[in-house]
Structure formats: structure tokens, C-alpha cells
């Protein structure tokens, strides 16, 4: 079954994802889910360090003027399982535009047992060799913890709270806003017949900022979800989801909102590393301000994971939604986020992946759109089962029709990564 899934929020972090270049669907500042890709042998306990060096020839995300920097980042970590896992078995980003702090659906798996519980920690220090100014701490906790009882009712529940920093060039902002954010989630869903499966889900998401020039993106966000699958072929189910999202601003510069949702598609399921999602359909965003209209949208969300042979894998990820504003003068952000990502085992201990990803953000009640183009490539190598070395090159650039948004970034990075 599925169950929602974080993205999140920017394609322009300034260092990329520890493993694997960054892409629109990746974390804000390249925290990741470090635990997750690296695995590590199956344990209750899971510790893990890596240290690296990223160079970058554009710091702050500028047109002209740019400046160089290289950026020393240590990012240790720390996951607990029960029963005991090789990899964690749950991990979410969240994206700070999107309505209910979500951006992707995810497929559930129930998995073999009755009970699964999870908990991990993750640091992301940065530290500047020119620019010592600009270091900063990121931080990221989740849990999370579900029960199948016998008859077919299972529960879930997760939480992730973040510390990290929007990427400089954020909306109307130059500088790198701290914010703190935090999504719980509980979910019920009830098998009636083999082939039919019902879900119930409710999310409480929270965001806040540490400048006061961005206090007008603090918010609470509620989200009330209804789901059901039908499965009409041994891998292949039908789905039927609505979303009610009552977005609530805490200041009264950006208006509160109630989105609904009316999403339907299909999905297909072998094996977690090969299945694909296609979902569509139609949103309402009614305003409470007086003088805003409602706003009515084509949905869409696509999906596809395929190991074509044991050393190929490939993902493609879609989405068409509707995001929060991240300036005052912009109503909503129409966005659009494809990523396609390519993975080539060369040896048994090396892995190559090829990474191109292109996002718009049209700010609607504005005439700004910003388009982002990026591609970068990876490679991974395992000295043994406890030591990786990764290193890969990024390119990212920033197309606005304000052409003093303008900019484009290279970035190069190598880290040395310690996992039990």
C-alpha cells in the first residue's frame, strides 16, 4: 500500500547529498537519509560517520560576483531497529512549501511482522574554509512505529523534526534561513477483502523561522486523507485518495487557505526495487482573504522504480502540485519537478549513477517564474562492508524571467564514509 512521502524543498543546496547528487525531490540541505543508502549489516544499532570536502564556485547563489569556497562537512548519525534491519526502514524529508509538509506519496510496505519500530538522529555540520560566517548546523530526527493486528487493521505513526536552512537565493531573501520544522503523522488502514484495502491518515505540520524576514511563511498545516486500493491483478491495484489541507498562517501577509484534493491512478508493485505509481487529478485551494479567488488545478504525480538487470536501476519522479509561496507578493506556486536518475554497477564494489532533474516555480498573483536545470554524476565505492568512499560533480542553474534571480553553481565533492 502507500503512504505519504516527504521531498523536499530545494534543488539549490550548497552541498549535495552525501552519496548521490541532489535533485528536486532531495533534501533542503543536502541532510539526506544518509543511514538509509549507505545500509550496514542487520543490527538493532546503527552508528555511522562520514567527513568530506565539497567545493563549490558559487557560495551564494549569485549572477555576478561570485565567490569560491571549499566546505568541510562531518555528518554523524545513529538509527536504532526493532526487530533488528540492515536498512532503516522508514525514512522522510519534508518539503517547508508544500500544503501538510508532503510532497510525494510513498509505497507502505507492511513488511513480514506484526511490529516495527524505528528511531534515528542525523548531524550535518558545515564548515567554511573562506566564508567561516556562513557554518552552520543541521539536524534531523524521525521515528516511527506500526502494529499489524490480526484481521487486517494496522497502525502507524511517525515523526520527523528538522533544524535546517533554505538555500541562499530563497525567494525574496539573499541570505540562508534558518527554520525549524516538524511533521507527525498517524495512519489506520483496514484490509476488507484480500483485494480491497481502506486507509485512513491525519498529518499535523509545523513550520518557523528564526529571522523575522520570514516570519511570514510560519504556519500550521492539518491534513485529512482517505484512500482506498483495489487490486484487479495479482501486482497491480487501483487508487482513489482525497485530501482536505487546512493551511494556517500564523501572520496575516500570506492568506489562510483549505485545499481539497481529488487524486485516482494505478500502481504496480514486484518488489520494492521494482514498482511504479501514476496518479491524477483535480485541486481546489479557496482562500480566506477577501479579494482572492479559488483557484482550481490539474493534479498529477508519477513514480517508477526498475532494476532491469541486477546491475542497472533506474527512477523517474513527477510531480504537479500546488506549494506554498515563499514570498509575501506571490498567492501559491504552481510547480512542476521531474528528477531521472540512472545507476550503473561497474564492479561488484563500485556504483556510477547520472542525475538530471528540472523544476519551475510559477508564482501565481505575481508575472515571476523561476525554471532550475541540474544534472551531476556519482561515484560510490566500497572498500568493505563498513567503509565507503563517494565522490561526484553537480550542476545547477536558476533561469528566472527576473533576470537578477539569474545563476548557475559547480559543485564537486568527496566524502569518506564509517557505517556499522
Do not use: C
Request: aromatic share 14%; charged share 25%; glycine share 6%.
Amino acid at each position: 500500500m502507500v503512504e505519504p512521502a516527504a521531498a523536499v524543498e530545494q534543488p539549490a543546496s550548497i552541498v549535495p547529498s552525501t552519496l548521490f547528487s541532489s535533485g528536486p525531490f532531495d533534501s533542503v540541505g543536502g541532510l539526506g537519509s544518509l543511514g538509509e543508502v549507505i545500509g550496514s549489516k542487520r543490527g538493532y544499532i546503527h552508528p555511522y560517520l562520514s567527513i568530506g570536502e565539497t567545493f563549490t564556485d558559487n557560495v551564494f547563489n549569485v549572477d555576478t560576483g561570485k565567490r569560491s569556497d571549499f566546505i568541510t562537512r562531518i555528518i554523524p548519525g545513529v538509527w536504532v531497529a526493532l526487530p533488528a534491519s540492515r536498512f532503516q526502514p522508514i525514512s522522510l524529508n519534508t518539503l517547508n512549501t508544500a500544503p501538510g509538509g508532503l510532497e510525494l506519496t510513498r509505497f507502505r510496505d507492511k513488511g513480514v511482522g506484526r511490529f516495527q519500530a524505528f528511531a534515528g538522529y542525523q548531524a550535518d555540520l558545515l564548515l567554511h574554509k573562506r566564508f567561516d560566517e556562513e557554518d552552520r548546523e543541521n539536524h534531523k530526527a524521525q521515528a516511527l512505529l506500526s502494529y499489524n493486528f490480526r484481521g487486517g487493521l494496522s497502525v502507524e505513526m511517525f515523526n520527523v523534526f528538522e533544524i535546517d536552512y533554505d538555500p541562499y537565493q530563497t525567494g525574496d531573501s539573499t541570505e540562508t534561513e534558518k527554520f525549524k520544522s516538524n511533521l507527525f503523522n498517524a495512519l489506520i488502514s483496514y484490509e476488507i477483502t484480500p483485494k480491497t484495502t481502506v486507509e485512513a491518515e491525519y498529518s499535523f505540520y509545523t513550520l518557523s523561522y528564526s529571522s523575522d524576514q520570514n516570519a511570514f511563511r510560519e504556519r500550521d498545516d492539518h491534513r485529512f486523507t482517505g484512500r482506498g486500493f483495489y487490486r484487479f491483478m495479482p501486482r497491480t491495484s487501483l487508487i482513489v485518495e482525497y485530501n482536505f489541507i487546512n493551511v494556517d498562517y500564523d501572520q496575516d501577509i500570506q492568506s489562510d487557505s483549505q485545499e481539497h484534493q481529488f487524486l485516482a491512478g494505478v500502481q504496480w508493485q514486484q518488489t520494492a526495487k521494482s514498482r511504479w505509481r501514476l496518479l491524477a487529478g483535480y485541486g481546489l485551494k479557496d482562500f480566506d482573504q477577501a479579494g482572492l479567488d479559488e483557484e482550481s488545478n490539474f493534479l498529477a504525480e508519477a513514480q517508477f522504480v526498475h532494476r532491469f538487470t541486477p546491475k542497472t536501476h533506474i527512477q523517474l519522479r513527477f510531480s504537479r502540485r500546488n506549494n506554498e509561496s515563499d514570498i509575501a507578493a506571490a498567492d501559491y506556486i504552481l510547480s512542476h519537478r521531474l528528477q531521472l536518475r540512472y545507476y550503473q554497477r561497474i564492479l561488484p564494489n563500485l556504483l556510477a549513477s547520472v542525475n538530471l532533474s528540472y523544476r519551475d516555480n510559477d508564482y501565481k498573483g505575481t508575472s515571476r517564474k523561476d525554471d532550475f536545470f541540474g544534472a551531476g554524476f556519482d561515484l560510490r565505492y566500497a572498500f568493505t562492508d563498513w567503509l565507503t568512499l563517494a565522490g561526484g560533480y553537480e550542476f545547477l542553474q536558476r533561469d528566472s524571467n527576473l533576470p537578477t534571480l539569474d545563476y548557475d553553481r559547480n559543485t564537486a565533492y568527496l566524502n569518506l564514509v564509517f557505517s556499522l
